[in-house]
């Protein structure tokens, strides 16, 4: 049974960092584009960046909003996918979910991690 | 790429056929995808290239359409669709979503 798990989310200063984790299980992790998708409170969802898998040698991409602050990493020697975050912003508040890529579309996604940005 | 979605909301009755549309800026061809999220749950990926169901989706969702416009079907509305329905283009990166529609009781 394929799981993503996220863990590390919390309260945080603006201007802070904090670094989330994806725990991933049955299935062959090295194979898959991962992702970072995030949904403010009450509003939809946004594509935050991604790792593509080691064929095509891990390259990473990131939506324009985080691009500079957020930094995508994966080790596949323990399933597992991060989201380090600085310089954090208030509108950076979200629910966090890892979610496995296929061409088609995010076919698994974890439960979510909440992250809020205040003083 | 942007994606708009029509309408944002709507209220429908049990047994109701439902229809959302999704236009994006420009053309994705059939890269499109459709997904079901409830309260405080992460999203279901319902349909896949614009068309293709997913294993386990009932068969009252339907997708169609191709470059610019597409379509998402609920033939005959049932109490556990009362959702929000997002498309997401997946021609290119950042793979953006619509705004969503949320389906709610009549």
């Known amino acids: 049974e394929v799981q993503l798990v996220e863990s590390g989310g919390g309260l945080v200063q603006p201007g802070g960092s904090l670094r989330l984790s994806c725990a991933a299980s049955g299935f062959i992790f090295s194979d898959h584009y991962m992702d970072w998708v995030r949904q403010a409170p009450g509003k939809g969802l946004e594509c935050v960046g991604r790792?593509?898998?080691?064929?095509?040698?891990?390259?990473?991409e990131y939506a324009a909003s985080v691009k500079g602050r957020f930094t995508i990493s994966r080790d596949d020697s323990k399933n597992s996918l991060y989201l380090q975050m600085d310089s954090l912003k208030t509108e950076d508040t979200a629910v966090y979910y890892c979610a496995r890529t296929i061409s088609s579309g995010h076919d698994y996604w974890g439960q979510g991690t909440l992250v809020t940005v205040s003083s | 790429i942007q994606l708009t979605q029509s309408p944002s909301s709507l209220s429908a009755s049990v047994g109701d056929r439902v229809t959302i549309t999704c236009r994006a800026s420009q053309g994705i061809s059939s890269y499109l995808a459709w997904y079901q999220q409830k309260p405080g749950i992460a999203p279901k990926l319902l349909i896949s290239?614009?068309?293709t169901l997913q294993s386990g989706v009932p068969s009252r969702f339907s997708g169609s359409g191709s470059g610019t416009d597409f379509t998402l079907t609920i033939s005959s509305l049932q109490p556990e669709d009362f959702a929000t329905y997002y498309c997401q283009q997946l021609i290119s990166y950042p793979l953006t979503f619509g705004g969503g529609t949320k389906v709610e009781i009549k």
């Open positions: 790792t593509k898998n080691r064929a095509n040698s891990y390259t990473t």
């Open positions: 290239a614009a068309s």
